[in-house]
């Protein structure tokens, strides 16, 4: 029974900063990508930056300089550095996780990030 559980969102000004961590458990695979998605209110979920197991990454052009994805792989924990934040990423962030072996994508419930003054 894997598990995935975001923490660390909350309400920051513009310009400010923010860490987004997710902590997967139940698995003894371990995870191939890790990745966070997120949904603005009437958008469709789009995927905000993600990363291999080998620490290859990619990002979102909207998010790249700003935004910096981590992981642990003993942890089985991904982060998300977000700075410089615009109203523009207001929305629930989810984290995503791929694991091992059988190859099932999981998610978490979301966390909430509001940007605002």
């Known amino acids: 029974q894997v598990q995935l559980v975001e923490s660390g969102g909350g309400l920051v000004q513009p310009g400010g900063s923010l860490t987004l961590s997710c902590a997967a458990s139940?698995?003894?695979?371990?995870?191939?990508?890790m990745g966070w998605y997120r949904q603005a209110p009437g958008k469709p979920r789009a995927l905000v930056a993600a990363?291999?197991?080998?620490?290859?990454?990619n990002y979102a052009d909207s998010v790249k300089g700003r935004f910096t994805i981590s992981r642990d792989n003993a942890k089985n924990t991904v982060y998300l550095q977000m700075n410089s934040l615009k109203p523009e990423d207001t929305a629930v962030y989810y984290c995503?996780?791929?694991?091992?072996?059988?190859?099932?994508?999981?998610w978490g419930k979301g966390t909430l990030v509001t940007v605002s003054s």
């Open positions: 990363i291999t197991r080998t620490g290859r990454t």
């Open positions: 995503n996780a791929e694991q091992r072996v059988t190859t099932t994508p999981y």
């Open positions: 139940g698995s003894i695979f371990g995870f191939n990508a």
